[in-house]
């Protein structure tokens, strides 16, 4: 099993960040490879156990299932269950924590999964840089200018 | 039950901050208000269930046990046997958490206890301010 977590401070308190990444289906308006998203059968996008599908830049398409949801802890969870990349047992969890001396959010993003032999350094990078990474840069740069204005 | 959770980022990488937090009996090394302390029956100070005991600079004097260490998650928990304040049931964590961004620490210290409600609020707001 592989693990990647990548974890940063956001200019912003806990509350404005999670009504970001709170909304299942949203990542296509931030995340900068995800180019449209949709929650199958029409649920709410709150609803744990619901499927989100969604279309790449590059024209892929891949689905996930929201396996857990808290408003308390602010966090998230879901696995992945059809791409076209070679990640398997995906499993990736989203939490926010305050830093209370500054009003502003901890975040981190863990992903646990496999991979065929080989692929390991590969599928490291596309998860630790062009998901995690560059999805924290988009939300930073959503709620940082927020903060701002 | 009361609670207190206070957080900051330390701008220094996680295994530097540990080395110095690991320590149950180094208090006096990084804590302002913390004049000297010693574990009890002369046990290594990362025995789990080994009692600091120690002083403030005030003078008062407290008595902890260590309840769980984890070099791998980075955390350690801690109760109060005996403390000057009005209070009891106390358990406290102190939990660090990498910041991949930047080769940061995120610092993390929560306490639990009971007390009598009346005095809850001000607790909360003292043992908050002495921690970081």
């Known amino acids: 099993?592989?693990?990647?977590?990548?974890?940063?401070?956001?200019?912003?308190?806990?509350?404005?960040?999670?009504?970001?990444?709170?909304?299942?289906?949203?990542?296509?308006r931030w995340h900068p490879i995800v180019a449209e998203s949709r929650i199958e059968r029409g649920e709410p996008a709150d609803r744990v156990g619901c499927v989100r599908r969604f279309v790449l830049q590059d024209g892929s398409e891949l689905r996930e299932q929201l396996?857990?949801?808290?408003d308390l802890e602010q966090s998230f969870t879901y696995c992945l269950l059809d791409t076209p990349v070679p990640l398997f047992n995906y499993v990736a969890t989203v939490r926010l924590l305050p830093v209370t001396d500054g009003d502003l959010t901890f975040a981190l993003w863990r992903a646990r999964f496999t991979t065929r032999p080989g692929e390991e350094q590969a599928m490291r990078r596309l998860v630790a840089e062009e998901v995690q990474k560059a999805g924290f840069e988009a939300v930073r740069s959503l709620v940082e200018r927020a903060e701002e204005g | 039950m009361a609670r207190v959770y206070v957080s900051s980022v330390i701008p220094a990488p996680v295994g530097r901050?540990?080395?110095?937090?690991?320590?149950?009996?180094?208090?006096?090394s990084w804590h302002p208000a913390i004049a000297e302390s010693?574990?009890?029956?002369?046990?290594?100070?990362?025995?789990?269930?080994?009692?600091?005991?120690?002083?403030?600079?005030?003078?008062e004097r407290i008595r902890?046990?260590?309840?769980?260490?984890?070099d791998y998650e980075y955390f350690c928990?801690?109760?109060?046997?005996?403390?000057?304040?009005?209070?009891?049931?106390?358990?406290?964590t102190l939990r660090l958490t990498p910041i991949t961004d930047g080769d940061r620490t995120f610092a993390e210290w929560s306490a639990e206890f009971t007390c009598d409600p009346a005095r809850e609020a001000e607790l909360v707001a003292t043992i908050g301010r002495t921690v970081f």
């Open chain 2, 17 to 28: 901050v540990w080395a110095r937090i690991r320590d149950f009996n180094g208090l006096p």
């Open chain 2, 77 to 92: 928990t801690y109760s109060i046997l005996e403390s000057p304040m009005p209070l009891s049931d106390y358990v406290a």
């Open chain 2, 64 to 70: 902890e046990r260590l309840l769980g260490l984890s």
């Open chain 1, 1 to 28: 099993m592989l693990e990647v977590t990548t974890s940063t401070i956001f200019g912003a308190p806990t509350d404005r960040v999670w009504e970001v990444l709170r909304d299942f289906n949203g990542h296509d």
């Open chain 2, 38 to 59: 010693r574990i009890e029956n002369g046990e290594p100070s990362d025995r789990v269930g080994c009692v600091r005991d120690f002083r403030l600079r005030n003078g």
């Open chain 1, 67 to 70: 396996l857990a949801l808290s």
